[in-house]
């Protein structure tokens, strides 16, 4: 079982910068695409970001030259670099997983989300 753990989140002024953490247990990170997910009050989560085990990234257009994922196998953690806030990055964020696994089935994990709140 796969167990994620964020961390980071807290209130910045727009223009200000936070970086957020996830951490995984039961599983290295070295096997599975993993990403950021946010969900604001009163809309759908949708996704942020994503980092495959090579390294490459995508990004939704809402956060593309601001925001910056990165991961250090060594420590089994994934980072979210988020500069240039907005009130609309106002969320929860939460770390996912994604395994394949040798069947093809695909399953997702999730961690308990970190709260980020930009405002003045």
């Known amino acids: 079982q796969v167990q994620l753990v964020e961390s980071g989140g807290g209130l910045v002024q727009p223009g200000g910068s936070l970086r957020l953490s996830c951490t995984a247990s039961g599983s290295s990170i070295t096997i599975c695409t993993m990403g950021w997910y946010r969900q604001a009050p009163g809309k759908q989560r949708e996704l942020v970001a994503t980092i495959t085990s090579g390294d490459s990234t995508n990004y939704a257009d809402s956060v593309k030259g601001r925001f910056t994922m990165s991961r250090d196998n060594a420590k089994n953690t994934v980072y979210l670099q988020m500069n240039s806030l907005n009130p609309e990055d106002t969320a929860v964020y939460y770390c996912?997983?994604?395994?394949?696994?040798?069947?093809?089935?695909?399953?997702?994990?999730w961690g308990q989300g970190t709260e980020v709140t930009v405002s003045s």
């Open positions: 996912n997983a994604r395994r394949m696994f040798i069947s093809k089935l695909i399953y997702d994990y």
